[in-house]
């Protein structure tokens, strides 16, 4: 699948501070083994909602704890304040701000990565096969598929959801970037037609980003986008039909935090919203409530 283009080019995003891999064996130093890692997530942050989506589907509970953070950042410099000891442990007096997501590890009682992409890989790749009836979020050969979705989530949809909303803009620089954003939810429309995944009928890694990249969308952007907008959004009854679907899957819908969602994007938010917040398009509480 290719991305529509946008017509700005996306900055490139600063390197995470932590990169370190989860090996194979004990040769690797940071080997898989049962309780030794821990996740740090803070579930209003997308990045984290990920990674929690990918601990539930592969029934890591009790093989690798997590610990849930406040929704909202408390650190003056946009960090949570109970990861600061984590973070100078690990980096002695480091000057950046303690972020989620973070895997540590118990044993050192350092981090060993804060990178969602590699965290997201190794849970799948080192952790997968505790239990025998979890999905291969990443299969072999659906590399370059899920690479694709993730760009067309990050550009074509957030990145263009942002701009089409973005106070101060141009309107037609704005309508433009709508115009992308429809095209790109067009194309999404077309493929659930006929498949129940995005990339045909098994779940995988691109699923789980594009549900998170969906949330977003309908409680985040949309509150930047005027009424007739989100009706055009909403107008893509396959895609919407799909997310309604996940969010009833308690791997997704049970970690959706919809309060701290809203918390942290009114915390943060510097623009004004538009008519379209009071036109909701799913009642994610709704579908949630399934999972129980």
């Not at 990045?47 to 929690?52: F, K, T, V």
């Not at 993730?150 to 037609?172: F, H, K, M, S, V």
């Not at 907008?229 to 039909?241: K, T």
């Amino acid at each position: 699948m290719s991305a529509t283009p946008l017509t700005a080019v996306p900055s490139a995003l600063p390197l995470p501070p932590f990169r370190g891999r989860i090996g194979r064996d004990a040769r690797s130093g940071h080997y898989a083994a049962p309780r030794r890692y821990r996740l740090h997530l803070s579930l209003s942050c997308p990045h984290c909602l990920r990674i929690a989506v990918t601990h539930g589907l592969l029934g890591l509970d009790d093989i690798l704890p997590v610990t849930r953070l406040s929704p909202v950042p408390d650190g003056p410099d946009g960090g949570h304040s109970t990861l600061r000891g984590l973070y100078e442990a690990s980096s002695h007096r480091y000057p950046g701000a303690a972020a989620a997501p973070v895997l540590s590890d118990e044993w050192t009682g350092r981090i060993v990565s804060t990178y969602t992409l590699d965290i997201l890989r190794d849970l799948d790749r080192r952790f997968g096969g505790y239990s025998s009836d979890c999905p291969t979020l990443y299969p072999h050969g659906a590399e370059a598929g899920i690479a694709a979705v993730g760009r067309l989530c990050e550009q074509g949809i957030n990145e263009a959801a942002q701009c089409a909303g973005q106070a101060g803009t141009d309107r037609r620089a704005r309508d433009t970037a709508l115009g992308s954003l429809l095209r790109v939810l067009d194309s999404l429309e077309r493929r659930l037609t006929h498949q129940d995944c995005i990339l045909g009928d098994e779940l995988t890694a691109a699923d789980v980003q594009l549900w998170v990249t969906l949330v977003r969308l309908d409680t985040v952007h949309r509150w930047h986008l005027d009424a007739a907008a989100v009706r055009r959004i909403a107008d893509h009854p396959h895609l919407w039909s799909y997310a309604r679907r996940l969010a009833a899957h308690p791997a997704f819908g049970s970690h959706l935090d919809l309060d701290g969602i809203a918390r942290r994007h009114h915390a943060h938010c510097q623009g004004l919203e538009a008519a379209g917040a009071a036109v909701q398009i799913l009642d994610w509480a709704a579908h949630k409530q399934r999972t129980g």
